[in-house]
C-alpha cells in the first residue's frame, strides 16, 4: 500500500471519530516514568490526540505529528490553548526535522506507530534523531512479529501485510540491535495485556531508551 492509501485510510479513520479518546495504558506506563519531566513529549503519529491530552492534562509540554489532516484538525479543535495548536503539526514524523522545530529538551512519543513506517524510513530516523543534541528518551510501543495479524493480508515481505491499512511487524531483537547504536535501552517488554481493547489484545513491543550521552 502506498503511503497515499496508507493516510487515506487513517483521514476516513478519524474523520469518522473511530479512535478511542481514553488516554492509552502506555501513556500511563510513560507519564509514571517520567514523574515530573520538565521536557518537550513529541507524540509521532498522535492520531486523535488521546495521549497528548493526557500528557498535556498533566503539565507535560507537548507536540504532536501526523500524516493525516483529519487527525490533526480534530487535536487543534480539542485545544484552547493557540499556542498549544501550533505544535500539532501536519507531517511524516520519519521524515520531520527535529533539529530545526524542536528546541527545547525533548522526548519521542510513538504508540502504535513505529510498526506504520518501513525498514529503510526506520534506519534513516534513528540515524537522525541520534545526532540531535536535545532529545532525552524514546518511547516505543509496537506491534511485534509474535502478533496474531502478522501474517494477515497482502505479504509485501516476511514482516509486513497490508490489511485495511499498511503494518510492518517489528522483530524485538532487529529493534534493539539498531536501538542500541545510539542509545541505551532502560526497559524492554515484549507481550500480550499491554493493550487489550474488546476482543483484541496484541503481542506488542514495549521499549524505553535513552541518548548514550545522557547520564541516567
Ligand atoms: C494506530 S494509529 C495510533 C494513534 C495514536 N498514537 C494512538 O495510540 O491512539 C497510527 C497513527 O499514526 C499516523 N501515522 C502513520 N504513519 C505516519 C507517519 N509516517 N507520520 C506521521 N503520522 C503517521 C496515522 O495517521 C495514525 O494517526
Do not use: Q
Not at 502506498?2 to 483521514?11: A, Y
Not at 518501513?118 to 506491534?143: C, G, H, M
Amino acid at each position: 500500500m502506498s503511503k497515499k492509501t496508507n493516510k487515506d485510510f487513517w483521514n476516513v479513520f478519524y474523520k469518522n471519530k473511530l479512535a478511542v479518546s481514553k488516554p492509552s495504558n502506555f501513556a500511563v506506563f510513560v507519564k509514571e516514568f517520567l514523574n515530573n519531566y520538565s521536557s518537550t513529549i513529541v507524540d509521532v503519529g498522535c492520531g486523535n490526540g488521546r495521549d497528548l491530552f493526557y500528557f498535556k492534562k498533566n503539565k507535560f509540554d507537548i507536540m504532536g505529528i501526523d500524516l493525516s489532516k483529519n487527525a490533526v484538525s480534530l487535536i487543534k479543535k480539542g485545544l484552547k490553548d493557540t499556542k498549544d495548536k501550533k505544535k500539532i503539526i501536519h507531517s511524516d514524523f520519519a521524515r520531520f526535522d527535529y533539529k530545526k522545530n524542536v528546541k527545547k529538551k525533548f522526548s519521542i512519543y510513538s504508540r502504535f506507530t513505529w510498526h506504520t513506517i518501513n525498514e529503510r524510513s526506520e534506519v534513516a530516523l534513528l540515524k537522525k534523531i541520534s545526532k540531535i543534541p536535545n532529545l532525552e528518551y524514546i518511547f516505543i510501543e509496537t506491534r511485534s512479529d509474535k502478533d496474531e495479524l502478522c501474517g494477515v493480508g497482502k505479504k509485501i515481505s516476511k514482516n509486513e501485510f497490508v490489511t485495511d491499512h499498511y503494518r510492518r511487524f517489528i522483530n524485538k531483537n532487529n529493534l534493539v540491535k539498531k536501538i542500541k547504536k545510539s542509545f541505551k535501552i532502560i526497559y524492554l517488554k515484549e507481550s500480550k495485556g499491554f493493550s487489550k481493547f474488546k476482543k483484541e489484545d496484541p503481542c506488542l513491543i514495549r521499549l524505553i531508551a535513552i541518548r548514550k550521552s545522557i547520564k541516567t
